[in-house]
């Protein structure tokens, strides 16, 4: 789905959202339209990658691990269209090994979800890395972190939930009481 929240001519700096669930990456440009950005979402790389070439952002926000090629190799892309755009990444699955290549192919920032809009914008315009940018006080909850495997699991297999259960080794009824206890968000 590619959605053009606003004309990139009206000014605003502009910004790409990419991340395949579409409800954050809907409630993150509405949050960024808030802040002064001109928003366009996509919900993949080969959509994000048709945006960007029609218009280059100026910033994007870009989900590490979606469906098709990866927000790694979506940073290449970008930074080809335009070298100034400044990308941050967005992961719930963060990795050192991944986030030292995010920053190698030109990412300004790579962030662990959950990730709040004022988190985000911070990174932004961090410029170059920013030592000074404060650090989450608590590791998430083993409840959280669980809850975001799920997910994560779940998503691949296209939100099946028999088919999450037997990937995860886990009862399917288990797992469906699991996904209706959402975990807090640290």
């Not at 994000?48 to 100026?58: E, N, W, Y």
Request: no cysteine; glycine share 6%.
């Amino acid at each position: 789905m590619i959605n053009n929240a606003m004309s990139p001519l009206d000014g605003l700096p502009t910004l790409l959202v990419v991340d395949d669930d579409e409800i954050f990456a809907q409630t993150l440009s509405r949050a960024m339209i808030k802040r002064g950005f001109s928003v366009m979402t996509a919900n993949n790389a080969g959509d994000a990658t048709r945006l960007a070439s029609a218009s280059p952002p100026d910033y994007a926000v870009i989900d590490l691990k979606m469906p098709g090629e990866s927000g790694l190799s979506l940073i290449r892309i970008l930074k080809e269209f335009s070298s100034s755009t400044t990308i941050v990444v967005l992961t719930g699955y963060a990795s050192i090994a991944t986030a030292v290549e995010a920053i190698k192919l030109g990412a300004t920032s790579y962030l662990a979800k959950p990730a709040n809009a004022d988190e985000i914008l911070q990174a932004l315009h961090s410029g170059e890395g920013d030592d000074l940018i404060p650090m989450a006080n608590s590791p998430l909850s083993v409840d959280r972190m669980e809850w975001e495997h799920i997910q994560r699991v779940l998503s691949e297999n296209q939100g099946n939930i028999s088919a999450t259960a037997r990937s995860l080794n886990m009862h399917r009824r288990t797992l469906q009481r699991k996904l209706l206890k959402r975990p807090a968000k640290s």
